[in-house]
């Protein structure tokens, strides 16, 4: 019985060789393979909140973190510091100059029919009011193509686009375009609906552009609420007027950093593999989810696998990225300083802390087959974890086309209170699930563990 | 055959006549009776979005309508002429003086260890800042009890209540006696984390009371991610600061009214069925839900019921009572000029704008008993209607107290979402749907009307 068991092991194991060397699809050996390191990494991420609490010391600590602002600047110096105590490789600040544009004392309030005092958020980029502010009777326009249509109402007033949520992707354009279409029909100054699914009275900011073609006028968020009672009050005959005073300016640019740490690969160290998200944000809220969560994440995972003495075959460095939100001059930056070095895979997070539901992958077909067998560890974090098409991020973006790098991402299940929250006061540390911000570690730091230590 | 059939319908006829008679009990005619009544009601409520008009016309013109601010007098002095363009008799504005209370100028920012302003209202009936403002680190307790453990330690501080939501009745302690529970522990100022099961960087206000023999502090709410984050800053030995300036002060008595207007019954035309809602607001927000729909609401009933030359045997009036919010002087102005009157119902409308889910009935068991019939028509309306114990308001108690006169009261039913607007600047016309207005409206209206018709 003893020789005869053997024999059948020797059997069994020697047609499980065979078919690994041949039949087997690459790739197929890592459900098995990294089992237990997808465990203790799972088990690491999720024994206590630090990283939510890291999270909260920076936007509590720090403030907003708007380029060229001292909270900014403060915050990545802790960073380095920190990632220095960690014990990372490599850390380093290295300099980037960023836009410099300041909101500074600004008010919207509707001075007839009756006094009342608006929320506002002026937009990135926007230029002030004269000193003396624009009193200006409203004209609201429910899309682009009524302000079109009566473009000859627009004249000396202050447009009021009423434009509902339909979607980031579309509605936004309102945000980044609407002073061009406002100015264009000879408008003073031009006010959007806050480019969020809900109202709550709260403003939400984010960046606009100018045409030089085009006279430059002044450009706010208000709230939902307020921009519906326009409406119906210019539908009454009710002539709204409203006076708004703005200071954003445009300074000269301003030194900042992209600050980042590594721990180094056993076999491959020259090969990176860059994971990250973007420091800055806007000059409201404290960036909780924004990117503050997608920062803290990455880094995490850097400081998660050194913690465990888990060292795949190539480096792995954290990095966070200044100045996303209004030049991505952080992303553009990295690509210029780096682009000399063999860079394995870009990853950025950059969707908001929400339950974690896939990995997207940008690159070879080959690798993202192989990327498919990852899919059951990713589930032992949550069942309906996939990997798909589709990795994305503004930061990793110039160095990968640059050199075409793959690019990989995470993607989350905010059901849409990732805009609750996005570009305003209320995106704040309470916003983040301590557990979600763990779980989206873990998933983060398998993948990435398992593509760094590829063969 | 055919005279057969004769005798078996005279039969069957004068059997169910001599139940009606005798066995049925009393009401259980009800919904046959006013099945027609009923449905020409709901089709009359539904037919249009007027009421939904009328409210944010109210909102929009006159702002918040506290009780001694122009907003409030405009508001009434609107509703008079409206109830006489909408043909109700005896349309009236009854005097009644009201507290004047008024916040005026206020801000609270942490000035250590950086700064940020944070969103406040002064509570109702705080007393002001010093004119320099109160600048004093802050000590955060969760509830009273931490407080009273930690008195020590709130000398000379600003005491910050992180009063997590536990319903209405619990949290709302905090608010109106907060100031109280602080001063007595030695605190300069009091600050409560805002009544609202949500935070969205949005404060709520409300009354608070002083208790003579404790020193008065200003006292104000704060955001609940605020709150939150001085909390966690306190926690890691951060020391925030906060620097509170308040001009809220109370002013001598003023003048308001209860405006009022009715359609006068056939049969018993002196006997009362009172309706109405509370016209006055908190200074934020524009009081839609709180408690301008309750006021448009029972107004259009009357309007309807009027419009339809529906006119029970008793007048149906609807009141507008004034300075529910800080004083209740319009619903005691009520008790004390109409209590020789005699009521047969009084009913209020104080719960926000939601699907109606219940008539609520406070009075003799046999009156409840016959209510119960009116079911089947208020299911019309909306299928799980129900007619239970539990009348309630504010405004018609003291009357309903002098007098014994039974009481009624619509249920709403809001999923929480009430106290996201409630004393905020979020209660606009925008969160109330002019569906379910209609739909309020309608159940009111055939309670009303059935209850005023009763034999």
């Keep these: ?88 490789a490599n850390v380093r600040k290295e300099p980037v100059m960023v836009p410099h544009w300041q909101s500074g004392k600004e008010y919207c309030r509707m001075t007839s029919p009756r006094w ?68 264009k029909a000879g408008a003073v100054a031009s006010l959007i609906r806050s480019v969020s699914p809900i109202g709550m009275k709260v403003p939400h900011t984010g960046m606009m552009r100018y045409d030089d073609s085009i006279p430059k006028i002044p450009h706010a968020a208000i709230t939902a609420e307020d921009v519906a009672m326009l409406k119906r009050m210019q539908k009454r005959g009710q002539s709204p007027v409203l006076k708004l005073y703005m200071e954003a300016k445009m300074l000269p640019d301003a030194q900042s950093y992209n600050v980042m740490g590594e721990i180094r690969g056993t076999e491959l160290p020259d090969e990176i593999v860059a994971i990250g998200g973007h420091i800055d944000s806007w000059h409201t809220g404290l960036g909780a989810h924004d990117d503050g969560g997608g920062c803290i994440a990455t880094w995490e995972v850097v400081k998660l696998l050194n913690e465990l003495g888990l060292k795949p075959r190539r480096t792995v460095r954290a990095v966070m990225w200044t100045n996303e939100e209004n030049g991505v001059r952080g992303g553009k930056a990295y690509a210029e300083a780096h682009k000399d070095e063999k860079h394995h895979l870009l990853f950025e997070f950059d969707s908001g802390i929400f339950p974690p ?99």
Tied chains: 1, 2.
């Design 1 to 88: 019985m003893k020789i005869f068991s053997a024999i059948l092991i020797l059997l069994t194991a020697s047609t499980i060789n065979y078919k690994d060397m041949t039949a087997n699809p690459p790739g197929s050996e890592i459900p098995i393979k990294y089992k237990e390191i997808a465990e203790k990494i799972i088990n690491r991420a999720r024994a206590d909140s630090m990283a939510w609490e890291r999270l909260a010391y920076m936007c509590d600590t720090f403030g907003p973190r708007l380029s060229g602002s001292a909270g900014l600047e403060k915050a990545l110096d802790w960073i380095y510091g920190e990632m220095l105590k960690d014990g990372f």
């Design 116 to 183: 009342q005092d608006f929320p506002m958020l002026s937009l990135g980029g926007s230029i002030a009011t004269p000193p003396e502010g624009i009193e200006a009777p409203v004209l609201v326009v429910d899309n682009k193509e009524e302000l079109f249509k009566r473009a000859g109402e627009a004249k000396g007033r202050i447009v009021v686009f009423n434009n509902q949520w339909d979607g980031y992707g579309k509605t936004v354009q309102y945000r980044t375009r609407g002073a061009q279409w406002a100015a």
């Design 357 to 455: 539901k896939a990995i997207r992958y940008t690159g070879p077909e080959q690798t993202y087959n192989i990327l498919q067998h990852i899919e059951p560890l990713l589930q032992m974090v949550n069942d309906s974890m996939k990997v798909t098409k589709g990795g994305w991020g503004v930061d990793i973006r110039p160095l990968a086309d640059l050199n075409k790098i793959p690019i990989m991402s995470i993607g989350t299940e905010d059901k849409g209170r990732y805009f609750w929250y996005h570009h305003a006061p209320t995106d704040t540390p309470d916003k983040v699930d301590p557990k979600l911000l763990n779980d989206c570690i873990a998933v983060i730091a398998i993948a990435v563990y398992i593509y760094a230590d590829m063969p």
